[in-house]
Each structure stands twice: as C-alpha cells, then as structure tokens.
C-alpha cells in the first residue's frame, strides 16, 4: 500500500522557521494536503492542494511541493502552533488515501 | 455551517462488529463525500474510506475485507461497520466531509473513542 514518510519530530524556538517535509512517490501527481492536531481536538486543515491556505489559517503557513517531496513551512512559528501536523494524499491511482505518519513540532 | 456528530457503541468485544453512525445538521449530505478516519492510541491518522451520498464508497485496502459504509439520506446519516474486531481497531473515530471543490476534509465530528476489548 502507499506511504507517505514524515519525520516524527520538529523542534523550533519562537518566531523560527519550522520544515516538515512528506515524500512520497506519488506526489508529483498528486497534491499534499496538510493537517494540523492539537491534543484532543479534531485535525483542522492548514494546506489544500499543495500551497493554497484556507481563510481563517495564518499566512506564516505555507506549502510547497517538487518531485517526491511536499513541505510545510511555519515562518515565525507561535507557541500556539505546537501540535501533531500530518500530510495527506493518494496514490497514482486515486483510490488509495493515506495520511504520514505524522511530526510532532514542539516550540519552546 | 454543518456539525457532525459520531455515534455508537464505544465499547466492542473483539470479534464482534463495530458500527458508528455520523449524523449531520445544518446542511444535506446530498452530493457529498463522506470520510471515516480514525487515530489509535500513540499511532497517527488513518483513512478508512469514503461514502457518497449517492452510494459510491472508496476503501481503504487493508480494511476492504471488513470494512463498509453506507448513507441514508432520509437520516442524513452516514455509517460504518468493521466487522471481526480487535484490539488494534481501538481507536478514535471521525467522519469528516470533503470540501465540494477543494478536496480537503472541511468538515469534521468531535470523534468518538471505541475500544475493542
């Protein structure tokens, strides 16, 4: 079955830049969707469609992706954004979603 | 604005079925698609599969064997059913709805923690 591949964790101080990266072989294809969980709460999406922002996400969120890899990058990272962050896609086929395993940003 | 809620038993003995329900308010669920993804305890996000309103269903391949959902429009509900359960179906359970255009989940339930024990 498809994966996607996260790193488990981030950690940035703030007002730094936090990366997370997500590869995976489909993703010149297909695009990245990025999710934002914070404990206990439902996921929340932060990046649709590789780099569009929905309204109401901060704009020191953004996304892009080349080749195999899609990145989420936090430009001044708050303390709020501390929570569990997992890509999302398909494979080639469409048929198969999967989400990354997902990478635990810590900022402190 | 839509809300979900999730229900159903939250507590399965192993080798039994688990079946949830998400019913919607504020909006149809006609022409829609409909996710359940779930988070186990200490892993990450999982797709489980999706229902459209017309009956379409997607699902995930390691669950396919056990794995349906259905939609019942008169209820605006959308259901799952895992049938032969174990303990590594524990987990938090979320219906969530795609976004008409966009393909992201826009919509989500507060989720439902079922344990299979």
């Known amino acids: 079955s498809y994966e996607l591949t996260q790193p488990p964790s981030v950690s940035v101080s703030p007002g730094q830049t936090a990366t997370i990266t997500c590869s995976g072989d489909?993703?010149?294809?297909?695009?990245a969707y990025w999710y934002q969980q914070k404990s206990l709460q439902a996921p929340m999406v932060v990046i649709y469609?590789?780099?569009k922002r929905p309204s109401g996400i901060p704009e020191r969120f953004s996304g892009s992706s080349s080749g195999t890899m899609a990145t989420l990058t936090i430009t001044g990272a708050q303390v709020e954004d501390e929570a569990e962050y997992f890509c999302?896609?398909?494979?080639?086929?469409?048929?198969?979603?999967?989400f990354g395993g997902g990478t635990k940003l810590t900022v402190l | 604005q839509v809300q979900l809620r999730e229900s159903g038993p939250r507590l399965v003995k192993p080798s039994e079925t688990l079946s949830l329900t998400c019913t919607a308010s504020?909006?149809?669920?006609?022409?829609?698609?409909w996710n359940w993804i779930r988070k186990s305890p200490g892993k990450g996000l999982e797709w489980l599969g999706f229902?459209?309103?017309?009956?379409?269903?997607n699902y995930s391949p390691s669950l396919r064997s056990r794995l349906s959902m259905s939609a019942d429009t008169s209820k605006n509900q959308v259901s799952l059913n895992l049938t032969s359960a174990t303990v590594a179906d524990t987990a938090v359970y979320y219906c969530?709805?795609?976004?008409?255009?966009?393909?992201?989940?826009?919509?989500w339930g507060q989720g439902i923690l079922v344990t299979v024990s």
């Open positions: 969530a709805r795609d976004h008409p255009t966009s393909g992201y989940f826009d919509h």
């Open positions: 504020g909006d149809s669920i006609n022409n829609y698609y």
């Open positions: 229902i459209h309103s017309s009956g379409v269903a």
């Open positions: 489909a993703l010149p294809k297909k695009f």
């Open positions: 469609e590789d780099n």
């Open positions: 999302y896609s398909t494979d080639v086929s469409g048929k198969d979603s999967v």
